[in-house]
């Protein structure tokens, strides 16, 4: 799932933003493949992958108790080992102009950092493909109903 996600926005190497997300920003959006992959909740993972998925599903969406990983924001987690443990995050938002943005991104930088056996890890923004409500597993349904929506 990499060469249909290559459209970051603002996203360092270390995760951190480099730019103020604008609203209303123009996102093109790109056909590819992948899509029928999502939503992954890292179901089958193992080891250190399991336990970065582990601490990603404790990440609430900060407008909903929904999990981020049950809301389908997550896309991807991948596990490098070098000298370090390196985890990275492939992740959207529910639109390019979250107000969340920034807080939502380094909440789930951090987590994923906090998982035992990793030593650093970053987030990788993407916009395709886009999220839809199809990307919300059937235990964020649940929990967005338990909120009040009708999902």
């Given at each position: 799932m990499s060469g249909e996600f290559d459209l970051d926005d603002g996203v360092s190497e270390e995760g951190t933003l480099s730019e103020e997300p604008t609203p209303c920003?123009?996102?093109?959006?790109?056909?590819?493949?992948?899509?029928?992959?999502?939503?992954?909740?890292?179901?089958?993972?193992?080891?250190?992958?399991?336990?970065?998925?582990?601490?990603?599903?404790?990440?609430?969406?900060?407008?909903?108790?929904?999990?981020?990983?049950?809301?389908?924001l997550i896309y991807d987690v991948a596990i490098e080992?070098?000298?370090?443990?390196?985890?990275?995050?492939?992740?959207?938002?529910?639109?390019?102009?979250?107000?969340?943005?920034?807080?939502?991104?380094?909440?789930?930088?951090?987590?994923?950092?906090?998982?035992d056996g990793v030593d650093s890890a970053e987030i990788r923004l993407v916009w395709s493909p886009e999220w839809s409500i199809d990307l919300v597993t059937e235990r964020g349904r649940e929990s967005l109903r338990e909120f009040g929506l009708s999902v």
């Open positions: 920003a123009y996102t093109e959006y790109r056909e590819g493949e992948g899509h029928a992959e999502l939503p992954n909740t890292g179901a089958g993972s193992e080891g250190v992958e399991a336990r970065v998925w582990d601490a990603l599903s404790e990440v609430e969406d900060p407008e909903m108790p929904v999990s981020v990983v049950d809301l389908g080992e070098r000298e370090e443990t390196h985890a990275t995050v492939t992740m959207t938002l529910t639109y390019t102009g979250c107000p969340a943005r920034r807080m939502l991104t380094n909440e789930i930088r951090e987590a994923a950092a906090s998982a």
